[in-house]
Structure formats: C-alpha cells, structure tokens
C-alpha cells in the first residue's frame, strides 16, 4: 500500500508557543502543558500505579494526535523511573499534520525538564517522519506513529491498548476527528483493564465513550478548566 504524502502541520507562534491557525487552537495549556498532561494523561490513567505493578513485560499506549511530543515524553519520563528495567513501552500514535523538525525543535525547548528525554527524541525524528518508527531509550520505548486520519488509522491497527491518550485539538475546533467511529475503533483496540483519559468533558466525547461500551466518570480538570473525563472499557451492553 502506498504511504499517502504527509502535509506537515503549519504553525504560528504566539508568545513562543505553537498555535494552530488551521484548528485556531493551541498545541499546549499556556497554564503550564507539563504539569496539564501529567494531570490528564499520567494521573488520569493512573500510570504510575500500574506500572510500579506490571504484571507482564509491555505496555501499550494508543494516542490521538501526537503534536509536539509532550504527552509522549511525559509517559516515557514516567515509564524509566517507574516500570521494571525490562519491560519495554509500546507508544502508538496517530497524527494528520505532524510538526517539521524546525517547529518540533523550536517547541521542546519550552520544557525545561524534559530536555535531555527530547533530546532523545528529536535525534530520531527525522527518521520517524520517513519510516513511523523509532526504538528510543536503550529500546526500553518502542514509538509508532501513523500518518493520517485518526478514525482510518486505527482502523488499521490491531494492537490493543492498556491505556488511551485521547488528544487532539477541542471538539468544537476538530469535529471531524471526535466521531462515533473513532470511539468504535477504540472499544475495537480495548481490552477489560483499559482505561482512558482525556482534557476534554464536552458532551459528544462522553456519549459517545458510553455508546461503544466505557465507563465514562467526570474528575476535576486541570487549571482553569473545571472538568475533564477518564474511565475504562467494560464491552457493550452496559451501562455508565
């Protein structure tokens, strides 16, 4: 199958951080995105926890909308100090309209604390743009990600997820990604232990969730947004 031609992502920076005129949307909390994703997506998902009591030797995360890389560092960051030394992270995920190397250079830098773990990505991100893979950390992280529509590429994907990173720009700016059959390709790659966690309440994420089989449950969100959602996957036929 041939790869269709990847249009990368065409930026402006506002007050140094990425912004999206296509989604008129920004790529990270002003607030403080670090401290935002390890609220939505680490605690969220209850990461650590699990981790620090892994019954096997991997662990598969499945993510919408890559961006900047930030969810995915804060995972591995939390991964090497937490998960036994010889299990191996699998990190899928799926982006429309990835960062050039310039713009993916230019926005890790704001993250102080995750220089040295970006470093290590951005040495691989040229070959990721070309071949989707790259094997970081002393092959401790196995990242993947899929060029292209999020619906379609997942419907390309057989590996299942223990957690969801359901990302992206907000629903009212990108409805064409939060659809039904997106939710559906999720309960398709879950499993009974799979979570997930999202900065987004709206309405439409969780009918949706809770159509295709999750126990969708409202926490506080981070900073100034007041609700965000996590839950699990429990099949069909139940209720939330």
């Known amino acids: 199958m041939t790869q269709k031609p990847i249009t990368q992502a065409a930026l402006e920076w506002r007050d ?11 790529y ?11 609220h939505v997506f680490i605690q969220g998902n209850a990461l650590v926890n699990r981790w620090q ?34 299990a191996a992270l699998h990190f899928i995920s799926v982006e429309k309209h990835p960062l050039g190397a310039a713009d993916m250079h230019k926005a890790l830098l704001h993250w102080q604390p995750l220089h040295a773990m970006a470093s290590e990505l951005l040495t691989h991100y040229d070959t990721l743009l070309e071949t989707g893979t790259a094997s ?3 092959d401790r992280v196995q990242l993947q990600v899929l060029f292209g529509d999020a619906t379609a590429c997942l419907s390309g994907c057989s590996t299942k997820a223990d957690a ?11 409805p064409d990604m939060w659809q039904p059959a997106l939710f559906a390709q999720m309960a398709r790659l879950s499993h009974p232990q799979t979570t997930f966690a999202t900065f987004t309440s709206a309405g439409i994420v ?10 969708v449950v409202k926490i506080p969100g981070f900073g100034r947004k007041r609700e965000m ?7 069909h ?3 939330s």
């Open 28 to 38: 990270f909390s002003s607030d403080d995105g670090l401290l935002e994703t390890e």
């Open 237 to 239: 036929g139940h209720g």
């Open 206 to 215: 969780r009918r949706g969730l809770t159509a295709t089989g999750f126990k």
């Open 53 to 86: 009591q892994l019954p096997g030797d991997t662990f598969t995360i499945l993510e919408t909308g890559f961006g900047t890389g930030l969810n995915f560092l804060c995972a591995c960051r939390a991964w090497l100090t937490h998960a036994p030394v010889n």
């Open 136 to 138: 970081l950390f002393n």
């Open 229 to 235: 959602i996590t839950g699990y996957f429990i099949g």
């Open 16 to 26: 140094g951080l990425p912004y999206s005129p296509a989604f008129n949307d920004v």
């Open 164 to 174: 969801w990173f359901l990302d992206g720009f907000a629903p009212a700016k990108n």
